[in-house]
Nanobody, 122 residues
Framework: QVQLVESGGGSVQAGGSLTLSCITS????????MGWFRQAPGKGREAVAF???????NYPDSVKGRFTISRDNAKTTLVLQMNSLKPDDSAVYYC????????????????WGQGTPVTVSS
């Protein structure tokens, strides 16, 4: 059974930092492309960060320079370090995984976590 379990969400003031983690099981982590998405109330799901199996990263302009995605293959864990948080970053953050890079970055990964909420107050 595949499980992606996020943790680390919470409330923080603008300018603060949070670190999200996604512990995976049931997949061969080292061969999967991994990513983070977010969804704010009343809005569509948005890509936040991606990392391929080789460790190459990709970010949208909205978070570039503030967020850092990383993977610990030994612990089968995905991490998102979020700095300089803004109220617009408030959303539920989801971990995602797929063997196929295109499927992941186009928002159609085979596996999703249950989400962890992040609230940034001004």
């Amino acid at each position: 059974q595949v499980q992606l379990v996020e943790s680390g969400g919470g409330s923080v003031q603008a300018g603060g930092s949070l670190t999200l983690s996604c512990i995976t099981s049931g997949i061969k982590f080292t061969t999967h492309q991994m990513g983070w998405f977010r969804q704010a109330p009343g809005k569509g799901r948005e890509a936040v960060a991606f990392i391929n199996a080789d460790g190459r990263t990709n970010y949208p302009d909205s978070v570039k320079g503030r967020f850092t995605i990383s993977r610990d293959n030994a612990k089968t864990t995905l991490v998102l370090q979020m700095n300089s948080l803004k109220p617009d970053d408030s959303a539920v953050y989801y971990c995602a995984a797929d063997l196929n890079w295109v499927a992941l970055v186009t928002g159609r990964p085979g596996y999703w976590g249950q989400g962890t909420p992040v609230t940034v107050s001004s």
